[in-house]
């Protein structure tokens, strides 16, 4: 049986700290404990607004931290905040990036990439992963939309418009990166459309992969059916899934649920949430 | 020691266990009623569909409390032609799938039907009594012996199939409610909705969770009073009965049937053991049945009546 926790229902914790990390996106420090494993969402609640997930960003034994794109009306809200003010968190909810054998302990070849606000979700990661010393490869789709760059020593940037670091997309230097370095497994968050190229390299070469997947979401706790992906559930079952699950996920990179429930493809689904 | 049966028969269905997934709950897509297939479900309930898509409440819509949850979705739903789409081909589902239509006026329901005749589904549900969302259930006056006869009238007569009714346990003369869906031509009573509304608030927000503010109790708290909503009911019509509320063990699905269950909706019960509550639930059934020497679910169901 689930024991009913704190966490259940939000919990309203004090803004400690507020930073700029770039141009539109800030971190939100909370001086609390939180049990997450990277790779998990918590929910944000702002009262008598609405409620969406996040991944932690910031991860330590006293502090935690989120980090937030302004880009609709909840997150222009959220940026309007100052510490002190106080946000309702729900979770840790779903299943994170798991750590297979064949990495433990510094042995093994890791690469990490992440595409614009999905970076978010992979940070803590990273840190996890310190002594595999990973490549780290970053994209966004220009410079003033990259961040976290200045946060590890060996960070390859790429920008969409060539206005900072590498011009084009982390995946076209892939082949060579796998190459150099015989990767036992890509951990990717982004958007979909390059995670799915990731996940069709790491099949042709048979490398493990895992995939943080973004879908709209309202219970947070598997029971709706909201975020389904192919009879998975994002909150519940993910939002973490491996190559072997995504084998059988045929919506992803292609499908997603706008919220009435609609099926359309990801262009529309990006579009719906853009705005 | 014989091993029981859990087949029933609900309306010409025929199921392999009396579990239901009721309306709301993960009914989606039809890839997750496959995947509630897998975990042992008899029959599963898509999420309840009106003519128009609709996207219901902002967040927070579901939130879990010490006795249950409390959920204001505000039924968001992608409309009747997309759900046509998405349900197609049912025949792939290894479950009876059943239909959940809303509507405010009866001539509604009928417009959902319609577009949804071409499916391949085993019932129609019509959930009368949705206590948090404007235009229909309560909050549309459906919760009257008047209002429930015309919608079910209206539907018998433009579909064939199985009509079950969903009623409210916020409803005193449960009982008569039934009888009313009953002489309209409904095949069966699904008893019960979410109870109240209820309301959670946040003391250090000082605000209520839910962006409704208010939302309808699942779960164990709502348990006893589907129980004996479920004995009114029993004692009224001659109909089965789908009982639903706060099942989540095998002893809680036979306790439902002894009060006159026939089915056993288990949705909340998904949320404290999982997408397997079902098979587990069939399993603890079973057991039990075995100890206490009862071979089918027709030899239980309404024994606390006698």
């Given at each position: 049986?689930?024991?009913?926790?704190?966490?259940?229902?939000?919990?309203?914790?004090?803004?400690?700290?507020?930073?700029?990390?770039?141009?539109?996106?800030?971190?939100?420090?909370?001086?609390?404990?939180?049990?997450?494993?990277?790779?998990?969402?918590?929910?944000?609640?702002?009262?008598?607004?609405?409620?969406?997930?996040?991944?932690?960003?910031?991860?330590?034994?006293?502090?935690?931290g989120i980090t937030v794109l302004e880009r609709g009306n909840f997150t222009k809200l959220l940026h309007k905040m100052v510490p002190g003010d106080q946000m309702g968190i729900r979770g840790p909810f779903g299943h994170g990036y798991s750590f297979p054998d064949s990495i433990k302990n510094g042995k093994g070849s890791v690469c990490v990439?992440?595409?614009?606000?999905?970076?978010?979700?992979v940070t803590v990661l990273i840190e996890k992963l310190q002594d595999n010393s990973p490549t780290i490869l970053m994209g966004a789709s220009t410079s003033t939309s990259l961040f976290f760059k200045n946060r590890y020593k060996d960070i390859t940037l790429f920008t969409d418009d060539g206005s900072e670091g590498i011009k084009g997309y982390p995946t076209d230097i892939l082949e060579e990166l796998h190459d150099k370095h015989g990767y036992d497994i890509i951990y990717t968050c982004g958007p979909e459309i390059m995670m799915s190229k990731v996940f069709d390299f790491c099949k042709k070469h048979s490398i493990q992969f895992e995939a943080s997947l973004e879908r709209y979401m309202k219970c947070g706790i598997g029971?709706?059916?909201?975020?389904?992906?192919?009879?998975?559930?994002?909150?519940?079952?993910?939002?973490?899934?491996?190559?072997?699950?995504?084998?059988?996920?045929?919506?992803?990179?292609?499908?997603?649920?706008?919220?009435?429930?609609?099926?359309v493809s990801l262009q529309e689904y990006a579009d719906w949430r853009s705005c | 020691?014989?091993?029981?049966?859990?087949?029933?028969?609900?309306?010409?269905?025929?199921?392999?266990?009396?579990?239901?997934?009721?309306?709301?709950?993960?009914?989606?897509?039809?890839?997750?009623?496959?995947?509630?297939?897998?975990?042992?479900?008899?029959?599963?309930?898509?999420?309840?569909?009106?003519?128009?898509?609709?996207?219901?409440?902002?967040?927070?819509?579901?939130?879990?409390?010490?006795?249950?949850?409390?959920?204001?979705?505000?039924?968001?739903?992608?409309?009747?032609?997309?759900?046509?789409?998405?349900?197609s081909n049912l025949n792939e589902v290894s479950i009876p799938v059943i239909a959940s239509i809303i509507g405010t006026e009866p001539d509604d329901f009928v417009r959902v039907v319609d577009k949804l005749s071409g499916n391949e589904f085993s019932a129609i549900e019509l959930p009368l009594s949705c206590p948090h969302t404007p235009g229909f259930g309560l909050l549309a006056g459906q919760g009257t012996p008047e209002s429930t006869g015309e919608i079910v009238s209206a539907v018998r007569k433009a579909s064939k199939l199985p009509i079950f009714v969903?009623?409210?346990?916020?409803?005193?003369?449960?009982?008569?409610?039934?009888?009313?869906?009953?002489?309209?031509?409904?095949?069966?009573?699904?008893?019960?909705n979410t109870l109240g509304p209820g309301m959670i608030i946040n003391i250090e927000a000082r605000k209520p969770v839910l962006s409704y503010k208010v939302g309808g109790v699942s779960g164990q708290a709502l348990r006893p009073v589907a129980t004996r909503c479920v004995y009114d009911i029993y004692e009224s019509v001659k109909i089965p009965i789908i009982g639903t509320g706060g099942i989540s063990t095998g002893r809680h699905a036979i306790e439902m049937i002894m009060a006159g269950a026939t089915a056993i909706g288990v949705g909340t019960g998904i949320y404290d053991r999982g997408i397997d509550v079902f098979r587990k639930i069939c399993l603890e059934m079973e057991e039990w049945m075995s100890e206490n020497s009862y071979n089918s679910i027709d030899e239980m169901i309404g024994i606390a009546h006698e």
């Amino acid at each position: 049986m689930n024991e009913f926790s704190a966490f259940d229902q939000p919990v309203m914790l004090k803004i400690d700290k507020i930073f700029d990390e770039s141009n539109g996106t800030k971190s939100f420090m909370f001086r609390h404990k939180i049990d997450y494993n990277p790779g998990q969402f918590i929910m944000v609640w702002l009262p008598g607004i609405d409620e969406k997930p996040f991944a932690v960003s910031y991860l330590s034994d006293d502090f935690f931290g989120i980090t937030v794109l302004e880009r609709g009306n909840f997150t222009k809200l959220l940026h309007k905040m100052v510490p002190g003010d106080q946000m309702g968190i729900r979770g840790p909810f779903g299943h994170g990036y798991s750590f297979p054998d064949s990495i433990k302990n510094g042995k093994g070849s890791v690469c990490v990439i992440g595409g614009g606000c999905g970076m978010a979700s992979v940070t803590v990661l990273i840190e996890k992963l310190q002594d595999n010393s990973p490549t780290i490869l970053m994209g966004a789709s220009t410079s003033t939309s990259l961040f976290f760059k200045n946060r590890y020593k060996d960070i390859t940037l790429f920008t969409d418009d060539g206005s900072e670091g590498i011009k084009g997309y982390p995946t076209d230097i892939l082949e060579e990166l796998h190459d150099k370095h015989g990767y036992d497994i890509i951990y990717t968050c982004g958007p979909e459309i390059m995670m799915s190229k990731v996940f069709d390299f790491c099949k042709k070469h048979s490398i493990q992969f895992e995939a943080s997947l973004e879908r709209y979401m309202k219970c947070g706790i598997g029971v709706c059916g909201q975020c389904v992906c192919d009879g998975q559930m994002v909150c519940k079952d993910g939002p973490v899934f491996d190559l072997q699950a995504l084998s059988n996920m045929s919506d992803f990179g292609k499908y997603s649920l706008l919220k009435s429930g609609k099926r359309v493809s990801l262009q529309e689904y990006a579009d719906w949430r853009s705005c | 020691m014989t091993t029981a049966n859990l087949n029933i028969d609900l309306c010409g269905i025929k199921m392999s266990n009396p579990t239901v997934l009721p309306s709301g709950f993960l009914g989606t897509s039809k890839s997750l009623l496959e995947r509630v297939a897998e975990s042992g479900v008899g029959a599963a309930t898509i999420k309840s569909v009106s003519f128009e898509a609709r996207e219901g409440h902002k967040n927070p819509t579901v939130i879990p409390f010490e006795g249950g949850m409390l959920n204001a979705v505000g039924y968001s739903n992608p409309g009747a032609e997309e759900t046509a789409r998405e349900f197609s081909n049912l025949n792939e589902v290894s479950i009876p799938v059943i239909a959940s239509i809303i509507g405010t006026e009866p001539d509604d329901f009928v417009r959902v039907v319609d577009k949804l005749s071409g499916n391949e589904f085993s019932a129609i549900e019509l959930p009368l009594s949705c206590p948090h969302t404007p235009g229909f259930g309560l909050l549309a006056g459906q919760g009257t012996p008047e209002s429930t006869g015309e919608i079910v009238s209206a539907v018998r007569k433009a579909s064939k199939l199985p009509i079950f009714v969903k009623l409210s346990p916020n409803i005193p003369e449960i009982g008569n409610l039934a009888k009313a869906a009953e002489n309209a031509g409904a095949d069966a009573i699904t008893a019960v909705n979410t109870l109240g509304p209820g309301m959670i608030i946040n003391i250090e927000a000082r605000k209520p969770v839910l962006s409704y503010k208010v939302g309808g109790v699942s779960g164990q708290a709502l348990r006893p009073v589907a129980t004996r909503c479920v004995y009114d009911i029993y004692e009224s019509v001659k109909i089965p009965i789908i009982g639903t509320g706060g099942i989540s063990t095998g002893r809680h699905a036979i306790e439902m049937i002894m009060a006159g269950a026939t089915a056993i909706g288990v949705g909340t019960g998904i949320y404290d053991r999982g997408i397997d509550v079902f098979r587990k639930i069939c399993l603890e059934m079973e057991e039990w049945m075995s100890e206490n020497s009862y071979n089918s679910i027709d030899e239980m169901i309404g024994i606390a009546h006698e």
